[in-house]
């Protein structure tokens, strides 16, 4: 059986696995910026959940208009203390308040929750790649390169297909196909699916942020409990192949034939390249050939020089 395609095919399932792992984690997480005491709260795929004013301290001084607005470095140096000295208790602390600059901090606090998201995009794919011997003993460099925080999973436009989704539709979505059978049963009977369903929707309900995608749990981000057909789309309708129908496990038969198909197209391409340094060598050693092959009598020799060396030495 050939090794290498064996070992690479392990290495990039494997890899696969890891950033599925990974986007299945930042889809369960809440990404928090901050700014000048205002908090965005975002999603992993960057919906922003909720937006609130922490600490009146903070912020009310510099979002009050009657007060004097200090610059951000007096904000970020100045302990909390003497914020709440400075701001006057009597009518002065009624005053309307600013919407530009709370609309500035609110734009800042989303730019900072969205770089914490792409921070973990790209700490999620540089473990992957430091962890996988089979992509590392490669050492091609179109693995560190080829894939960013842009392109990598939970998607910004993703989240019209996931968040907004029912309960069900996540469950497929996320190859949790038992989940979803129950509930489309308990729909059509007109029972709720207390067994499967249950803490999600208690999840959802406590939760006050916004829509989020409750179908996950926690043993799903484990890469033992993923499907392997939700590692990577354009790999699912070969690895539907290497499936067997009689139970969920592997076809041997039909990896074995694919091995042998990979290893006969490598030592094909193989002998081809052989073929052609040989062709190379006769074609530049000068007086002759460098040694004899079986089947150099079929090749057809052209001894034009030859032939005009002995015309005129005869």
Known sequence: MSFRYTNGLVGALKHRMMLESSHREL?????????????????????????????????????????????????????????????????????????????ESIKAALWDATRKIRSAKEAALNRSLSHNQ??????????????????????????LKHEAATPWMQFVQFGKYKHAAAVMHSESGGKTSEAFTGETKRAGADNEEGPCVTALDEKDVDPTSIPIGSVHPLFLPALIQFESRVDNSLNDDAIRQEQRREMSRDEQLFWERVELIRKGQVATIKGGHKRDYADEAAVASDNAVDKVQLRFTQ
């Open 27 to 103: 889809v369960r997480r809440r990404f928090t910026g901050h700014c000048r005491g205002v908090e965005v709260v975002c999603s992993g795929y960057g919906t922003v959940l909720a937006v609130r004013l922490v600490d009146k301290t903070v912020w009310e001084p510099f979002y009050r208009k009657g007060h004097p607005s200090p610059s951000g470095a007096d904000m970020d140096s100045a302990p909390p203390s003497s914020h709440a000295e400075g701001t006057p208790v009597g009518g002065q602390s009624a005053a309307p308040l600013d919407f530009e600059r709370i609309a």
């Open 134 to 159: 089979q992509l590392r003993a490669q050492a091609h460099l179109e693995h560190w390169y080829d894939e960013d925080a842009n392109t990598l999973q939970p998607l910004a436009f993703e989240a």
